[in-house]
């Protein structure tokens, strides 16, 4: 399994960006996928999960109303569409797998995802 993200870089406050997250190995269109973020010094935190069939999303507080998860089953890739950026989003942006828990409940937890991508940095300065 290989998951591997693009899109992060440099931008102002108030500015978007949109990750992406490609995905091999695994039947991805059955499988619920996330986006976690950690910051220098911070605990990985979640930011957002979609189902397999994007029917259902999840989002953490902090980025209600500013970021959206969706997903392409044929391109067998997630997106993260960041918009109205802050400093505080400034961190590593990772993408997960769920391949253990297709069906049921929420998806919150690291503890949901077994195949976990390198990350991509995003920096919104002031």
């Known amino acids: 399994v290989q998951l591997v993200e693009s899109g992060g870089g440099l931008v102002q406050a108030g500015g978007s960006l949109r990750l992406s997250c490609a995905a091999s190995?695994?039947?991805?269109?059955?499988?619920?996928m996330g986006w976690f973020r950690q910051a220098p010094g911070k605990e990985r935190e979640f930011v957002a999960a979609?189902?397999?069939?994007?029917?259902?999303?999840w989002y953490a507080d902090s980025v209600k109303g500013r970021f959206a998860i969706s997903r392409d089953n044929v391109r067998n890739t997630v997106f993260l569409h960041m918009n109205s950026l802050k400093p505080e989003d400034t961190a590593v942006y990772s993408c997960?797998?769920?391949?253990?828990?297709?069906?049921?409940?929420?998806?919150?937890?690291?503890?949901?995802?077994?195949?976990w991508g390198q990350g991509t940095q995003v920096t919104v300065s002031s």
């Open positions: 190995g695994l039947t991805f269109s059955q499988i619920p």
């Open positions: 979609i189902r397999w069939n994007g029917g259902s999303t």
């Open positions: 997960a797998a769920a391949t253990r828990k297709l069906y049921g409940g929420t998806y919150y937890s690291e503890a949901d995802y077994d195949y």
